[in-house]
C-alpha cells in the first residue's frame, strides 16, 4: 500500500501523532500533511517520527492565496508557500499543494499576474529542493481557493512550466463528475502530481459534504480505472471528510476506503 495514502483532513480531530500512528495501524504507508497539524509539535519531531515509522509524505497542505483572498498580502502570502517549500523538504513530501486564492475584486489579468509573480518566485526553490508544486482546481464558480475558474485554465496555466516542477493535484470531490476530465487524462498524465479520492453526498448547506467512497456521485471506479490504463504511478491519497461522515469513527471511515480501493484495484491490476 506504499502508493495509498491517507490524507490528515480525513481526521480533523486527531492529532499528528495520532494520525501517524493509527494510520499505520490501518496499514497505510504514506500520509497527507496538513500544516496545521504540524504547527503543533515543529518539523523536526515530525520529520523523526515519520523516518521512524517509515512513512512516506504524498503532499503537504496547503500554500497560496497569492491574491489577498486568505488575509495575507501577496508578499507574505509568497514568503509563507517558500517557508512551505522547505517544511516539505525537510518531510519528505513528494509535492506541495497550492490554493491561488479567489479573485478577490481584481481583473482576471492582474489575478494572473499575481499568481505567475509568486510561483516564478517560488519555483527556483522547490526545484532546487526537489518539491514539487501542485495546483489544484476548483471548478466552482466564485470558490475562495481557485480564481483560475474552468480546467482549461488551470491546465494551460501549469503547461507554462516543466511538468516535473509544477503540476495539478486532482481532488475528485470537485473534479471527478466531469466526464471531459476522465475522458482526456492520458494527454495531462505529465502534469498528474497527485490523485485525492473522494466521493460527493448530498449537499449540506454551502459546506463540502464529502461521504464514503462508492457511495456518492462521483464514479470513483471508473477514475481507479483510468488512472490504470494510462499507467499512473503517483500516490492516490483518500480525503473524506463532512456532514455525511460526522457519526462515523474516522477508523472505520479510513478501513471501508482502503479497502474499497482494495477491491477495485484486485480488479484493475493497480499495484500498490
Known amino acids: 500500500m506504499q502508493r495509498l495514502s491517507a490524507s490528515q483532513f480525513s481526521s480533523f480531530r486527531w492529532s499528528f501523532f495520532q494520525d501517524v500512528i493509527r494510520f499505520a495501524g490501518l496499514g497505510f504507508e504514506s500520509i497527507g500533511v496538513w500544516r496545521h497539524k504540524i504547527d503543533e509539535i515543529g518539523y523536526e519531531t515530525a520529520a523523526e517520527m515519520l523516518d521512524e515509522m517509515r512513512m512516506s509524505v504524498s503532499s503537504l497542505s496547503w500554500a497560496g492565496g497569492f491574491t489577498g483572498s486568505s488575509g495575507r498580502s501577496h508578499r507574505s502570502a509568497i514568503e509563507d508557500s517558500i517557508d512551505a517549500i522547505y517544511q516539505a523538504h525537510m518531510i519528505g513530501a513528494r509535492c506541495l499543494i497550492i490554493h491561488p486564492g479567489a479573485r478577490n475584486g481584481h481583473t482576471m489579468r492582474h489575478s494572473l499576474r499575481l499568481l505567475r509573480s509568486a510561483i516564478d518566485e517560488m519555483l527556483p526553490i522547490a526545484a532546487d529542493l526537489g518539491v514539487r508544486l501542485a495546483i489544484e482546481p476548483v471548478l466552482t464558480r466564485d470558490n475562495p481557493w481557485n480564481f483560475l ?17 509544477v503540476g495539478l493535484v486532482l481532488d475528485l470531490y470537485h473534479v471527478g463528475r466531469h466526464n471531459e476530465i476522465l475522458e482526456n487524462l492520458a494527454s495531462i498524465r505529465p502534469y498528474l502530481a497527485l490523485i485525492q479520492l473522494a466521493d ?26 483510468r488512472l490504470n490504463e494510462i499507467d499512473f504511478d503517483g500516490f492516490l491519497e483518500i480525503e473524506i471528510h463532512g456532514f455525511d461522515l460526522e457519526t462515523i469513527p474516522y477508523e472505520n471511515a479510513l478501513t471501508h476506503s482502503r479497502d474499497f480501493v482494495q477491491t477495485a484495484s484486485q480488479k484493475t491490476r493497480i499495484a500498490f
Open 149 to 165: 475558474g474552468k480546467f482549461k485554465s488551470q491546465l494551460e496555466f501549469v503547461r507554462n512550466f516543466e511538468a516535473e516542477h
Open 200 to 225: 460527493m453526498g448530498k449537499r449540506h448547506a454551502d459546506e463540502e459534504n464529502r461521504c464514503l467512497l462508492g457511495q456518492g456521485k462521483i464514479p470513483v471506479t471508473a477514475w481507479l480505472n
